[in-house]
């Protein structure tokens, strides 16, 4: 049965970059841009759900609820912190969802942020690793480059993807997020520039990655009832999938794709009432150019082995007929890992209400997002249509 009662009614994101901004200062910018700013006061907010993921190794700071909740406002408030990895942010909306949904609150903040540059990228890289299986996988040496490396070399082998088809998801994410002012990199690419060889972890290049970024965002969900008093224009929360699968690379059956992926998109599909067909477009985890083609045929895009040929095709361009990643996805516009979940629901919020500007999408009633934590081992999908859709 479709989800009926959780609605997004304001959804906001500081800039993701390099920022001269503490974890506390971008959590509060994002906090005051998707509360009073959207005409929702704080004193509304009954309960908040945040996702961080490293500011222990990052910032050194933990237990960052109450304290960002503090310099954000809302002293007092029930506040949980969500960690999955790159998909604390969903995990941390799924909780809000299903707090929203039983009835025990009928409005919450789901709010996410992570400081990164305040360590060199080797500090980043090794933090970031924790997300990986320690004993097996990440005190040998393995990062998280290289295990989107590795998945590269298969769907390559198995497909016969190229480097080529990779640097292309560059290319689009870049173009994308050239007229997106929050994006981290505001410049369009070539195709020859996406293929410089700087490898980061053969096959992947400079431009395969995610940057290291800093950057919070933030979300009010309502019940159904309530959202009519701040908006007519909310945004239904119709289906939502959780899934997890082994952390350690070597006990998985595949490596061209993530089974956590395919399990909760069927879930959220199921939920929903409805099929990868009726989606107009998705907003994926694409930490590295790879991790989006093989999201794409994961919920059912495309199947395996042809998300890159849809790319080639410009299928899944902005203006193409399945848009994927529309303001420029993790690639252009930033990774701060804990932020992201909370960023993509705000993505897909911004196109179904139709306020997405250069970056408006044709078609835009129903969309998924899917965020990914570490090798894959959690994944969230959620799916949002128009209220009056
Ligand atoms: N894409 C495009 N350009 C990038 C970039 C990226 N991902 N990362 C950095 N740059 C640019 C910088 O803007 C800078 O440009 P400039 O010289 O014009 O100012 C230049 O490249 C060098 O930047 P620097 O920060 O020194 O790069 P780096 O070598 O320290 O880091 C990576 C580059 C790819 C290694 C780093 O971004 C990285 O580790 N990314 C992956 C993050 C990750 O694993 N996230 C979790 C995913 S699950």
């Known amino acids: 049965m ?3 009662n959780t609605q997004i009614v304001s959804a906001a994101q500081t800039k ?12 509060a910018e994002a906090v005051d841009k998707a509360t009073v700013e959207a005409g929702v006061p704080k004193s509304e907010i009954q309960a908040a759900f945040v996702g961080t993921f490293i500011p222990e190794m990052l910032v050194h700071q933990g237990h960052t609820a109450p304290l960002l909740l503090d310099y954000a406002g809302l002293r007092g408030l029930p506040a949980t912190r969500h960690e999955a990895a790159c998909a604390s942010g ?12 039983s009835g025990f609150y009928d409005t919450v903040l789901v709010a996410g942020a992570e400081k990164m540059t305040s360590v060199t990228t080797n500090e980043a890289t090794e933090a970031l690793a924790a997300a990986a299986d320690d004993q097996f996988e990440s005190s040998v040496g393995l990062t998280f480059p290289g295990v989107f490396a590795i998945a590269a070399v298969a769907h390559m082998q198995k497909y016969g993807t ?24 505001q410049k369009e690419i070539t195709l020859e520039k996406a293929m410089t060889p700087r490898y980061v972890a053969w096959p992947l290049k400079l431009f395969d990655c995610s940057p290291i970024s800093d950057g919070a965002a933030a979300l009010v969900l309502t019940s159904t009832e309530k959202a009519k008093q701040y908006t007519d224009d909310s945004v239904s929360v119709i289906g939502t999938g959780q899934a997890s699968a082994s952390m350690n690379l070597a006990d998985r059956r595949e490596l061209t794709s993530f089974e956590a992926s395919v399990v ?17 477009f998705a907003v994926v985890h694409d930490c590295f150019t790879i991790a989006e083609i093989i999201a794409s045929e994961d919920i059912g895009f495309f199947e395996p082995g042809k998300g890159a040929e849809a790319v080639k095709e410009g299928v899944t361009a902005l203006d193409g007929d399945r848009p994927i990643n529309p303001m420029g996805g993790l690639k ?39 965020n990914f934590g570490g090798t894959g081992a959690s994944c969230v999908v959620n799916i949002f249509r128009r209220s009056d859709a």
Request: hydrophobic residues 45%; proline residues 4%; glycine residues 8%.
């Open 2 to 4: 479709p989800l009926k």
């Open 16 to 27: 993701f970059g390099s920022l001269d901004m503490s974890l506390r200062e971008m959590f």
């Open 90 to 101: 969903a995990t941390a909306l799924r909780a809000g969802i299903m707090a929203i949904e």
């Open 162 to 185: 190229t480097e080529e088809d990779m640097a292309r998801v560059s290319v689009k994410a870049h173009k994308n997020a050239s007229t997106n002012p929050l994006a981290q990199f």
């Open 264 to 280: 909760a998109s069927k879930n959220a599909y199921k939920m929903a009432g409805l099929s990868a067909d009726d989606m107009d």
């Open 332 to 370: 252009a516009v930033g990774h701060p890992v804990g932020a992201t979940g909370v960023k993509q629901a705000s993505v897909v919020y911004k196109e179904i209400i139709g306020a997405a500007g250069p970056n408006q999408i044709a078609k835009h009633d129903t969309g998924i997002m899917h």
